[in-house]
């Protein structure tokens, strides 16, 4: 057996486990199911599901238990599900699209730019080492290209963009930077102190996107939803400071707190009519302004 056979075969026993408690056979059987529909040989023996036990709790520090007044197995400890559920999803990825069979006509990629994440592994070991990078960079709002010096700090990930968060060594002050913006990217031997103090959670913690206010304060945002599109909202939070305040067949209420952002308004237009902001009224009247000016060049159709 290969090792990544085996490697998708600890991916399903860890799926198995998560979705409910199973005896030895539900877990085998599951692994049988999953052979026929995938091509591979998943089939385990006591011996082996031993061994793929101890490799899980090594490799993501899943620790599966033993319970013997039911008689199943469970997982006892899961850590951070939110980082691993990021993982599983990117290997998934990569599974399907190493399967051997032609998937052009079933699956369509959105043909895009490349979103520069060829360049994630330097990035990480240049933070863990605390190294600074040298890198050319294109801004988005026109083509002039700057060359740069930067402490990176962490990497954010918003709206299928990876973003690496760092201080430059000219103005000192901390920004945000598109990877798919950088070039000629280098790794330097001159290492750096981080800004003591610095959170990028706490950063972030009121911002919708990679926008970071440096001096406004977050505001209690209430917006209203139909119904249809409240299901969208409630399934995938706009936010983790999201509070649903109604819902019902009409609506759907929720309060967030946050800095208003251009992120943030962007992501509301979004929404058209299907949502209307309560509060604060300055958010409302910018909507509702951008929505005036909108409906102002198609006046004349």
Request: hydrophobic fraction near 35%; charge should be neutral.
């Amino acid at each position: 057996m290969s090792r990544k056979e085996a490697y998708i075969r600890l991916r399903h026993i860890v799926n198995k486990l998560r979705r409910k408690k199973s005896s030895f056979k539900e877990i085998s059987d599951y692994l049988d199911s999953q052979s026929e529909l995938e091509g591979y040989d998943f089939k385990i023996s006591d011996r082996t599901f031993k061994r793929d036990r101890d490799e899980i709790s090594v490799i993501w520090s899943i620790d599966i238990q033993w319970d013997n007044k039911q008689k199943v197995y469970y997982i006892e400890n899961d850590g951070d599900t939110f980082q691993k559920d990021k993982l599983y999803e990117a290997f998934d990825t990569i599974h399907l699209l190493n399967m051997s069979e032609d998937l052009s006509n079933i699956i369509h990629f959105e043909k895009r730019k490349p979103k520069g994440t060829e360049n994630l592994f330097l990035l990480i070991h240049a933070i863990k080492n605390r190294l600074k990078i040298k890198f050319e960079y294109e801004k988005f709002w026109d083509d002039t290209i700057s060359k740069r010096i930067v402490e990176p700090y962490s990497l954010k990930e918003f709206k299928n963009r990876w973003y690496l968060i760092g201080k430059t060594s000219t103005d000192k002050h901390v920004k945000t930077f598109a990877l798919d913006r950088m070039r000629d990217m280098e790794l330097t031997k001159e290492h750096f102190e981080v800004i003591p103090g610095f959170d990028m959670k706490e950063m972030f913690r009121y911002c919708y996107g990679i926008i970071t206010p440096k001096e406004e304060q977050p505001e209690v945002i209430i917006l209203s939803f139909d119904n249809e599109q409240g299901k969208y909202i409630k399934s995938l939070p706009l936010h983790e400071s999201q509070e649903i305040l109604v819902d019902n067949e009409d609506e759907l209420q929720i309060k967030l707190k946050l800095n208003i952002t251009h992120d943030l308004e962007m992501e509301l237009l979004s929404f058209g009519d299907n949502v209307k902001i309560l509060q604060p009224l300055t958010l409302a009247r910018r909507i509702k302004d951008s929505h005036e000016k909108a409906w102002k060049q198609y006046r004349e159709y």
